[in-house]
């Protein structure tokens, strides 16, 4: 399939749902209580945009929930590429931690807040962790697969040539589990920012997830229509700049 067509069909689906919502909402077939329409989503963003909601700007909170993960994802990140290239590489490491692995990725993120909030109060860091966590958890096993899928023949091949241990890890392991490591940035980043929403449910008073929050529990809901619809749009921009970035670093997976 050509990108003109993907393109198109894409486009088209899109203005189809469009319509299909419009016609459900202004036609009075699902309440506005229920479902906000495309008209009403539109202006309930024009007004928190200007006015802010409780007081606070909108660009306030949607930064504060970017920066908490951003600096959560960095951090999960940080950790998850060297502990996922020696659990890929060393059979030992990967007995001994993937256990631990398997049985803490499937917990969801709000499984953890209590403790979260028992060990480290109710302040920032406890927030940021819960974010790192998760990024680490499928950043790490992403890279450790990339590691496995490099053919033992170039590893051997590179130590046969002299390369060291470090020389290898520089040269023929990062390169070659690159299209791995993105694909878990990918995934570390989506779930990342979806996390965030459960992290500010931590006596946050800035920040999307607490907007939605606290919409919810009042029923503005207009308000949190268009908290979940800057959730879906940022995430997919988030999306689409890493995919940029694949393509332009490791342009030679897809050959």
Known sequence: MTRTRSALLSTGSVVAALAVW?????????????????????????????????????????????????????????????????????????????????????????????????????????????????????????????VKAIPEDVIRAALSLGASRLQLFAHVILPESLPYVFAGVRVGAAVSWAVVVSAELIAAQQGLGYLIMDAATFFRIPAVYVGISLIGIIGFAIDRLISFAERRLVHWSAR
Request: charged fraction near 5%; include cysteine.
């Open 22 to 146: 419009l016609v459900l909402t202004e036609g009075g077939v699902v309440s506005p209580k229920v479902l906000v329409s495309p008209i009403g989503l539109v202006r309930q963003f024009w007004t928190l945009a200007i006015d802010g909601y409780l007081g606070t700007p909108l660009h306030v909170h949607v930064l504060a929930s970017l920066l908490r993960t951003t600096f959560g994802f960095a951090c999960g990140a940080i950790l998850a590429l060297p502990v996922g290239l020696a659990i890929g590489y060393s059979p030992t490491l990967h007995a001994l931690l993937s256990p631990f692995l398997a049985v803490l990725r499937p917990i969801p993120v709000i499984a953890y807040i209590p403790l979260a909030i028992l060990w480290f109060g109710i302040g920032e860091f406890s927030k940021v962790l819960l974010i790192a966590i998760t990024s680490f958890l499928y950043m790490t096993i992403n890279t450790a697969a990339g």
